[in-house]
């Protein structure tokens, strides 16, 4: 190195231009799919598959405008990225999304035949790309501003309840209420049904696997084999241990007459509760068995000298130390037992996953997306609660 | 360390190493060619049954799609995941690191069977959503031991290699990514290890593979096809389990040797 390089060099330069990359390609992005992909279909009737309509057909020139502007003045927005901006940005996309069912509504107008009774629209590629994109708008910008996690939950949970305020008064051309209004009282049941299952398996196995984990510290022995068992079991499809269950579960009621009396029988709750609790014993006793351990020594030294004894320790040093950990736990395992509980329709356990694998059946797609769509937003909801749990209750606040 | 682990590793290890895998891969081959020999056991566990070896197809056949299916959805996500997690551990990508990584998780979220339902309308019946579904469901492993493994390898490593002259592109091939290996690895065996398992939800969208005997056992009532299918997809589970663990403990041994 010589010592003009080592000098501090005059700089003539002007600030470097550091856009906002990805929301810069995340805006761009929005812009092509809206353009570019089908924006609604419509359909005369509920097996045939609609024909697809681009921006300009379902919301006319104006409508498309105002959307490219909004997608540009983002691009615009997180070309220079300020706190001021963001915060912006974070406007324009409630506004995105408050926007929505209105697209819908005026696609509506335009584009069904009020003559057909039977005739309904779908929502095409372009409504489902912005609306993951503006997802993961959010989830960037949620990292940028450094909000909390209860922010971006509680502007969606705005959003939805004005979207649900929609299709209940306005939007009932679009497939998916048509679908939801023939069957509103199942629909209600079928949530219920499958929150129950999640709950009462989750729940079983929270306590079993704490059980399990504290025996594991006590009996070193037990740890490897338990560990053993569990991961076998996470090696066997799903599918196959609820149809393995069917047959013991129907002899068992057949022949222990008080087990029937309980409402134990081959299909229904009863075997998919047994394999969602076996599937998410892993999960829990994992990391329950290692937020236990990993509480530190000196930690619970210190608590030793302060002359704290054994119960004490145990239930007011390592184990809230350990909570977060085990929330995380809790987390995995119940957005795993949403989406196992979907698979137990097919023995008939109800719950949500039946109008999945009715709507395979009579191959009606819109009753197939009333089953999933519930299931997704379900998981993404206490996928986003159990985290922010987890975040509030980690010693020094959040992260 | 390094030498002692170097000395143990003798010449005729690699063969006793392969000692497991081997025994699952012929009981797979075993119980393939051989399903209808054990007619008797299963006539065992359902003696009412007309039928109690699944015949609609050869097993063979079964699970040479349902090792095509895996195979593809685990190719095409190493593939983006990997460079996913290079792309965004460089200067340039930096800016998305945060992005990916939680875009990854999300991917966890979305349970299997939603998304499968939801590629059917897109994708039609068939293979297709379900080899969708398994990358989405598969990315997140590799997608986050990727972005472990660059970023665990030491600063002043990398800082040797360039001072020793070597371009980023040579830190990336001869440093970064033989140093995250194992744990990239890792990271692929658990993503295989759950879509062996989860690939069998395909036979409810038509796509023909070991599902198959389960769902027509669960739809007419016979234990016997449920067993079969599920005793095919976990001695397959194994054998790749077993397979990814010898490599990887040669692919530790190597970087310790070195």
Redesign the interface.
Known sequence: MSLIDALPSPSFKRRPWHPNVVLLCLSGAMLAAAWLLSFVSVAPNRIVSGTAFGMVDAISWPGAALVSLLFIAMAALSSVPTSRHYRAMLGIIILILLLMPFGLMVAGHWLVDPSLPQARLGIGAAYWTVLFVLLLCLVELRLRLGLSRWWPTLLLAGVGIAWWGCAALWLDRLALVQEFQAREGQFYQAVGQHIALVGTAVGVSVVLGMLLAMLMRRYQRLQKIAFTLLNFLQTIPSLALFGLLLAPLAWLAANVPPLAALGVSGIGNAPALIALIAYSLLPMVRNTYIALEEVSAETLQAAKAMGMRTGQRFWQVRFPLALPVLLEGVRITAVQAIGLTAVAALIGAGGLGTFIFQGLGQAAMDMVLLGALPILILALIVDAGLGALADALRPGGQE | MTRNSATVSLPNAPSIQWFLPLIWIALLAMCIVGMPLLEGLFRW?EPDARQVVYDRAAFYELLGRHVLVVSVAAVVTIAVGVAAGIAVTRERGR??L??VG??AS?G???????VL??A???LGFGTLPIIVALMLYGLLPIVRNTLAGINDVDATIKEAAQAMGMTSWQVLRHVELPLAAPVILAGVRTSV??N???A??G???GASNL?DP??A??VN?N?AY??Q??LL??LL??SA?SAFNVYQQRLRQRLSAS
């Open positions: 566990v800016d998305f945060p992005l939680q875009l999300l966890q979220t979305f349970p299997p069977v939603a339902a939801l059917v309308p897109v290890t759950i062996i398992a989860t069998a939800l036979a409810t969208v599902g389960i769902i056992g669960i009532g234990m449920v067993l299918g599920a997809i976990a589970a194994l389990d």
